[in-house]
């Protein structure tokens, strides 16, 4: 199991690169290791790009990008994501969705808390409306995003 925090949680005078190997500290040296960071910059390649620059220096979604890399080399059978679009720009918060979308149809199992419920509704097997920390619906994102009292009280539509 991997976290990914809400806010961000980079080591800031750390580069990139960095960053990703300090979250596969487990797992030091090996060639599977090297192959995950590659996969890892062709999941994120602005990270590729910016390998060298320290994590300070990315835009808020690159360093949202960075976390989830970094969660992903620790190869988790869930990844658990607290709110990946927060505070992000429209066109960086449609790429995180994106990516999360990808992971999904690749086989990586996620459980997501979004405030964009529309959104996240669209790319979600099952999803769970709470109110006040008490679980309101459950459901297929299809069903409950079709769910004309859900849409009507929760997601204004």
């Known amino acids: 199991m991997a976290y990914v925090p809400q806010g961000r ?37 602005v990270l590729h790009e910016r390998r060298a620059a320290r994590a300070s220096d990315l835009s808020g979604g690159q360093q949202q990008m960075l976390e989830m890399g970094r969660a992903l080399l620790l190869n988790p059978r869930l990844l658990l994501l607290d709110e990946p679009t927060l505070g992000l720009a429209p066109i960086v918060f449609k790429q995180i969705f994106r990516i999360i979308e990808e992971l999904r149809q690749a086989g990586q199992t996620i459980l997501m808390v979004e405030q964009n419920a529309a959104q996240a509704l669209e790319i979600s097997d099952y999803a769970y409306v709470l109110e006040l920390g008490e679980n309101k619906f459950a459901g297929t994102g299809a069903a409950i995003r079709n769910d004309e009292r859900i849409r009507r009280l929760y997601l204004g539509r």
């Open 9 to 45: 949680n980079i080591f800031p005078l750390m580069s990139v690169e960095q960053n990703l190997r300090l979250g596969a500290y487990i797992r030091p040296g090996s060639a599977a290791l090297e192959a995950d960071i590659a996969r890892v910059y062709e999941t994120f390649p």
